[in-house]
């Protein structure tokens, strides 16, 4: 068989090759610590699902237009208008399965074969593999420890070219947990309206914030007609298996996008939509719950990490990760991350995962019970005792 070389541009998110290694080994009967996963280990929140299964009761169980029912796009543009300070309408909203179709859809919309686009790495692994697939040249952006996981303003000053067609933006990061400041947002703004280059705003843990306040740079004076913002409800709602996201953009990209919505997933499932308003619309007290739950679990295992020799670990300010530098020990990310598996029982993803500046970098996560963070903690220092 011969794979199309579009296919073969596609790269993978490593978490799942973890996640079945893992699983082989517990098979075996092998305990096994899962900090890999950047997956909630909360349940939905009950009036989310009370409102999922009422909806399936009330059949809405049938197509939905491509770009979403309009209730939801209500919600989501009353949503971005009062946290962004943006006015926003339901046009330029775009639901869709999850938040990575933002992703391919932004790049599909907007490169062309031999653009350049420019994304964080370390980073999300698929916005290079979206780059690649829409045929363009991903040019990677350095996040430095040194910087607090911050880009170098010249750095990447000296990246843009007459043939950058796109900026991603992700803050609070993964799998940094850092977050961009308003400087930092300025700057890349500017260089955005003056070089006419469009940006994705990956915002999908603008809710999982512990140090300040959270700023899109959809919110900057100029910045809303070229800005996607991307964001969802998996995170911030442990609803990772509804697939549902969002897209917000000016009115001719979010047409453009729900034409390729149309040619792909045809819609997301009505009932799951309509949980979605619930999740908008409803208390939040569970949602807040969830963070203040996850800064708890940050300290456990920051301070967990850096007391272990050879490991250093920055606070991480959103999300719920924490990368830890490993470079001490003297092997590569990928066989240190083997390493912790295979003799320490305990999963987690090298920072090479997410890019050729993940190298030395060991994600963990801490989307999980402090039960768990404790064992993992326990593992890790044992097994690298070790080396």
């Not at 973890?18 to 009967?29: F, I, M, N, S, T």
């Not at 609070?172 to 500017?190: C, E, K, R, V, Y």
């Not at 569970?286 to 456990?300: F, G, V």
């Not at 990310?333 to 003799?343: F, T, V």
Request: aromatic share 8%; net charge negative; proline share 5%.
């Amino acid at each position: 068989m011969k794979i199309s070389q579009l296919a073969q541009r596609a790269g993978t998110e490593t978490a799942f090759e973890v996640l079945v290694k893992a699983k082989a080994l517990e098979r075996q009967g092998k305990n096994i610590a899962h900090l890999e996963i950047g997956e909630p280990d909360f349940n939905t929140p009950e009036n989310i699902k009370q409102a999922g299964i009422k909806a399936i009761q009330e059949n809405f169980t049938h197509y939905s237009p491509s770009q979403g029912i309009l209730e939801l796009r209500e919600a989501v543009a009353e949503h971005i208008s009062s946290t962004r300070n943006i006015p926003v309408s339901p046009d330029e909203v775009v639901i869709t399965p999850g938040g990575k179709d933002i992703i391919f859809f932004t790049a599909l919309a907007l490169l062309n074969p031999g653009d350049e686009a420019i994304y964080p790495n370390p980073g999300y692994p698929i916005y290079e593999s979206a780059i690649k697939i829409a045929g363009a040249i991903p040019v990677p952006m350095a996040l430095l420890e040194e910087n607090d996981f911050a880009f170098d303003k010249e750095q990447f000053k000296n990246l843009v070219t007459p043939k950058t067609r796109l900026i991603v933006v992700n803050s609070p990061g993964n799998p940094t947990g850092g977050i961009l400041s308003p400087d930092d947002l300025q700057f890349i703004a500017d260089i955005a309206i003056e070089n006419d280059i469009m940006i994705l705003s990956d915002e999908i843990y603008s809710r999982i914030i512990y140090d300040g306040k959270f700023l899109s740079i959809a919110s900057i004076p100029g910045m809303k007609e070229r800005t996607i913002v991307l964001d969802g409800f998996s995170k911030t709602y442990a609803m990772t298996g509804w697939r549902l996201g969002y897209g917000v953009m000016n009115k001719d990209v979010a047409q453009t996008i729900t034409k390729l919505v149309t040619n792909s997933d045809s819609c997301v499932a009505t009932f799951v939509q309509m949980a979605g308003v619930e999740a908008l619309r409803g208390p939040q007290d569970e949602a807040e719950r969830m963070k203040k739950i996850y800064e708890e679990r940050r300290s456990i295992i920051i301070d967990g990490l850096n007391e272990i020799p050879g490991v250093s670990v920055k606070m991480p300010k959103g999300a719920f990760y924490a990368l830890a530098n490993i470079k001490s020990f003297g092997k590569t990310s990928k066989e240190l991350g083997d390493y912790l598996l295979y003799e320490g029982g305990v999963a987690t993803l090298p920072g090479t995962s997410f890019g050729k500046y993940g190298e030395g970098y060991i994600r963990f996560s801490y989307a999980t019970s402090k039960e768990i963070i404790k064992e993992g903690l326990k593992r890790t220092k044992e097994a690298l005792a070790k080396l």
